[in-house]
């Protein structure tokens, strides 16, 4: 217990850190408001009456996982360690390989192109703390975090929602606050909708030529995200050394938006 | 490829390009831009704006075989830089939801039962022709802008008895009434430019992190690579909003008020005002009884002296906020080189002092100088895709005409009969009924004052968005001699209480034009075809006063006889575009806006050629051709840096309500609010919106990955009172008002952690609806209710 308490204080210790680091030794615009900034951000103690506390009960900390990775298994914590990524060359993915990653990565999201949803537990209510697991990528006992495909950008619950129901616990809620009182049937049936498929391997101008890049590269532009050495296996180039993936796997203008329309498609039929 | 599949993947692509076309219209100046070309994978990619909220977002919409399969942000709008949010990702499932509208549905011994298109116009033609004076028109901040000015001019021009009203009326009539009484025009002077130029970023009430999440993400963003920005959230209770702020300041309900005094007040006892803005730009202004939006006039010495009370000590005995808090705020103000923007959206706007409150903060603005650069501006946001483009610019108000004009006022009704050729005298200079009214009176018998006696919804769902639903709503729906139409794409909880039930087509379904929060109107193609016999609303519109032109309605003629409508092709030959087969023979929204479009040089609020918005991801007006023909966008209003209407000063307020180009800085004392905790109902009651869900759930319930990240409501309460009531996490309570009840699970430290002896109940969730248990006490200028402020109380659920 008490070496997961001091795991998760490290942790937070490491985030704050990591956005204090980001956040200093910027120039400054000339118009300054950094004497109004604090050190954290922090909420009004003035006025204890409305101030909303954000401490949780000592019943709580003895009673249940903390944070939100409290579903997450023991034995994330206690087999800490950090598998080694070698940059040597990997054998190419098999079809079954391939196919297996194309369908974990289709059962996490809309259509491919949709941001995935989060298939762990979040805080709902403070800023996320997601980069410290995703902007790297963490690979622990079996656990995978994978290191997000984009750049970072700050709200990440904007764009990625949990896949479990929120309110944590509500779900199992009976009586007219439950899910068996509802009136209004077309919400418990599945949509009609059949989301674009993701593209299968790039297209190759002859036998073993370097394939196209098949789907578009924004918010993908981190290459390293799916195929680095560190990537959803069937999905892992073989040849993890090579970091200038462009240099020879020619993005789509057409699929990141950049071909003028005029242009229109690469064999497309106006 | 087979040759036989070659074949006929050739002739497929060629219908569906034809298909695309089509929605283009067979002539009109549309027409020079060709459909998008079609993708070797199959998905033919093309724009549209977001169906969703009113940041105005575009998309790109990936149609693959007669069906949405693939969403992307766009990379080329302004707005969004090609991010979107969780609802924006997933619009396009909004089409798929299984129990789509599909055919016309009329209660028949009390059960909804299939009838046809010809027959429901017949109906609606019926019960207008019975009763011409009682038929009214319920409308949307989601019509498109050729569907609202299409019902406004049915009911102003036709019908002439101005019973339409939107359901922005609940959203952001205290805004427009703001903007009027300061600026003497609706709409805000900034833009979403503001936010990339601001040094501190104030956000009254405000929750854009959940409820405008891509211009949260602009300015979070841009902390991110290292801009020094300051975020501070006036807030009544914590949200993840103001998980990223730098400072977050509580205040009680109402405070708001004193809190904007409390500013005024101290910017004035320090001197840190400025003087020259003030002295060249503003007026004073107090109320009158009954308040007006021009009020009258006051000296700064009485400005003074009104606001000599609204010391930090009794700001924070009427507010809560501490003294040092309140200093900060008048600190920045203060501080004539930062930039400063103000945003604010239902909090201040859904207020029963929602003018004041937008005045008092427009006025801290203005007596600072914090406005007319970029970065400094008081920019109000709005909760639907065309709250701005239909509802505000179209005039879909029951006092309103297209482009600011009003029916009180003689010359402006003599402009809109020379537009629509009619008889002088035509346009009824009575208003009709604001929102409330007009439910309140479709839930009255007639003989007791309820003269109205049908309503026709379309795109909303008053059956959950009303406030006091049991009184507004319900009692209509048992009285004898009341007809209840609705117009919708899923069966709503509206819909399912109408009497006739008009199937829809929504979004890519259909050509469409929205305005959003910054003044920019936008356009898109139908892509899609709509399902089963689901039709466009306009088009709905259109038919209906074709059949009561047919059947000798009196209004529906100009002066020479002609239908209110006229459609022409290329050729200038009448197109009978209300036949649904003839519909999209031409571009009806191309017609229909062009002739709109005339109406926007009143208030230069000028819009631009149809072929134009059809080129860019949105314009913002107005919009003003240059002398080499082209069509120039203006960003910052009243700023002569930018807007060509400014021409006398570095800021010239054209509209001025005391017509020396001059904005009116008001006061408006504290006043308590209409209902508050007492010992019978001790808590507080606010409602509002999620992340995942947009108004009454409708489309995004439908949507798996949205209803699973948020499948219901609950009632947010604080830790503390939880305790003292014994009750658990996730445990179902009782919520309770003097107007309803309500069973809901409670969460605690959920998404926002209410103040104590308050609660928040999200207005998503059909099943579980709080407007059974709102007030619709409303604000005396704008009509607007407060959905955010009521008596409530809680207790432990006796098990069954």
């Avoid at chain 2, 990619?45 to 075989?65: L, S, Y």
């Avoid at chain 2, 010359?411 to 809109?416: I, N």
Wanted: proline share 7%.
């Amino acid at each position: 217990m008490s070496g997961q308490r001091g795991l998760h204080i490290g942790l937070v210790v490491a985030a704050t850190v990591a956005t204090v680091g980001l956040l200093s030794g910027v120039e400054s615009s000339g118009r300054e408001v950094s004497s109004y900034l604090p050190a954290r951000p922090a909420a009004s103690t003035a006025n204890p009456g409305n101030a909303a506390s954000a401490s949780r009960s000592y019943r709580d900390m003895r009673e249940t996982m903390y944070g939100p990775n409290a579903a997450l298994s023991d034995l994330w914590w206690q087999h800490l360690r950090q598998v080694p990524i070698a940059a040597t060359v990997l054998a190419p993915a098999t079809e079954e390989e391939r196919a297996a990653a194309l369908a974990r990565r289709a059962a996490r999201r809309a259509y491919d192109g949709a941001p995935p949803i989060i298939p762990h537990e979040i805080d709902q209510l403070a800023a996320p703390a997601c980069l410290t697991c995703h902007d790297r990528g963490v690979s622990l006992a079996g656990v995978f975090a994978p290191r997000m495909s984009h750049e970072p950008r700050a709200s990440c619950v904007q764009c990625h929602v949990a896949a479990r129901g929120s309110p944590e616990g509500l779900a199992a809620a009976s009586g007219p606050g439950g899910p068996d009182a509802r009136t209004f049937a077309g919400w418990q049936e599945e949509t009609a909708f059949v989301g674009l498929a993701a593209p299968l391997a790039g297209s190759r101008a002859w036998p073993g030529a370097p394939p196209m890049i098949p789907h578009t590269t924004w918010m993908r532009e981190r290459c390293a995200s799916c195929h680095g050495p560190a990537g959803v296996v069937g999905l892992r180039t073989p040849h993890p050394w090579r970091q200038s993936c462009t240099q020879c796997h020619a993005p789509s203008a057409w699929l990141d938006q950049r071909a003028p329309v005029a242009l229109g498609a690469p064999g497309a039929s106006p | 490829m087979e040759r036989r599949d070659f074949l006929k993947a050739t002739a497929m692509a060629a219908a569906t390009a034809a298909a695309a076309q089509l929605a283009r219209g067979r002539d009109g100046q549309a027409q020079p831009a060709a459909a998008p070309p079609l993708g070797e994978d199959g998905v033919r990619w093309d724009k549209a704006p977001c169906r969703f909220c009113g940041t105005g977002c575009h998309v790109q919409v990936g149609v693959k075989a007669g069906k949405v399969v693939s969403i992307a942000g766009d990379q080329r709008a302004e707005v969004n830089q090609g991010l979107l949010c969780v609802k924006g990702y997933h619009v396009g499932l909004a089409l798929y939801g299984k129990d789509r509208l599909t055919q016309p549905l009329l209660r028949q011994n009390g059960k909804l039962s299939p009838i046809s298109w010809e027959r429901a116009l017949d109906v609606i033609a019926d019960r207008a022709l019975a009763d011409p004076a009682g038929f009214a028109i319920y409308g949307s901040g989601q019509w498109t802008i050729p569907e609202g000015y299409a019902a406004q001019k049915l009911i102003k021009g036709g019908l002439r008895n101005n019973q339409i009203d939107p359901n922005a009326r609940l959203c952001m009539a205290s805004a427009v009434t703001g903007f009027l009484s300061t600026y003497g025009v609706d709409e805000p002077a900034g833009c979403y430019d503001d936010l990339d130029h601001c040094d501190v970023l104030l956000m009254w009430g405000n929750n854009p992190a959940e409820m405008h999440p891509v211009l949260f993400s602009r300015v979070v963003d841009r902390k991110l690579r290292g801009d020094k920005i300051l975020l501070v959230d006036l807030t009544t209770r914590r949200t993840r909003t103001s998980g990223f702020c730098d400072r977050t300041i509580f205040f009680s309900p109402q405070g708001d008020l004193a809190i904007a005094n409390g500013i005024a007040h101290l910017l004035l006892e320090a001197g840190t005002w400025d003087r020259e803005f003030v002295a060249a730009f503003c007026n004073f202004r107090q109320r009158t009884d009954p308040p007006t939006l021009d009020g009258k006039a006051m000296t700064l010495d009485e400005y003074r002296a009104s606001l000599a009370s609204y010391t930090p000590e009794r700001v924070q005995e009427l507010s809560g906020v501490a003294p040092e808090d309140l200093r900060f705020l008048a600190e920045l103000f203060g501080r004539r080189e930062l930039r400063i923007t103000s945003l604010w959206c239902m909090g201040m706007n859904q207020h029963t002092r929602g003018t004041a409150i937008n005045d008092l903060v427009h006025g801290v603005h203005l007596l600072s100088g914090h406005f007319g650069k970029p970065g400094d501006a008081p920019t109000s946001l709005t909760g639907q895709p065309s709250a701005c483009g239909t509802v505000r610019e179209v005039g879909t108000l029951a006092h309103a005409l297209p482009g600011g004009l009003v029916v009180a006022k003689p010359e402006h009704r003599k402009e809109a009969e020379a537009i629509w050729n009619l008889p002088a005298g035509s346009i009824n200079a009575k208003p009709g009924y604001h929102t409330v009214e007009m439910w309140k009176r479709f839930s009255t018998p007639k003989d007791q004052g309820g003269d109205i006696s049908t309503i026709w919804v379309q795109v909303t769902n008053p059956a959950r968005s009303l406030p006091n639903v049991p009184a507004l709503f319900e009692p209509s729906r048992r009285l004898d001699g009341k007809f209840l139409i609705v117009s919708d794409v899923y069966p709503t909880a509206t819909a399912l209480a109408a009497d006739l039930v008009l199937p829809s087509a929504m979004w890519v379904e259909k050509n469409g034009m929205v305005g959003n929060s910054e003044r920019r109107t936008q356009q898109w193609f139908k892509m899609v075809p709509p399902p089963g016999q689901a039709r466009d609303d306009c088009w709905q519109t259109l038919a209906v006063a074709r059949r009561l032109f047919e059947r000798g309605a009196p209004g529906l003629k100009d002066k020479d006889g002609k239908f209110l409508f006229q459609f022409r092709d290329a050729k200038g030959a009448e197109v009978p575009a209300w036949q649904w087969e003839r519909y999209y023979d031409v571009n009806v929204d191309e017609q229909l806006f062009e002739e709109y479009r005339r109406f926007s040089r009143f208030k230069h609020k000028d819009l631009a050629p149809y072929g134009e918005y059809v080129k860019a991801r949105g314009l913002r007006w107005p919009v003003v051709q240059q002398p080499d023909g082209s069509w120039r966008e203006t960003r910052f209003r009243f700023s002569r840096s930018d807007d060509p209407y400014a021409k006398k000063a570095e800021v010239q307020f054209y509209h001025s309500v005391t017509k020396d180009d001059r904005a009116l800085i008001w006061f408006h004392p504290w006043e308590a609010p209409p209902e508050q905790p007492d010992a019978e109902y001790p808590l507080w009651l606010c409602t509002g919106r999620v992340l995942e869900h947009w108004h009454t759930g409708t489309m995004t319930m439908r949507i798996p990955q949205l209803r699973r990240a948020m499948p219901q409501a609950y009632c947010e309460l604080h830790r503390d009172d939880a305790r003292a009531l014994g009750v658990a996490q996730g445990e179902v309570v009782v919520l309770e008002t003097r107007r309803g009840r309500l069973e809901l699970p409670v969460w605690i430290d959920g998404r926002g952690q209410p103040a104590r002896g308050s609660v928040f109940v999200p207005f998503f969730d059909e099943s579980l609806a709080i407007n059974l248990l709102t007030l619709e006490a409303h604000d005396p200028l704008s009509k607007q209710p407060d959905y955010k402020k009521c008596a409530a109380r809680i207790r432990k659920r006796v098990a069954p």
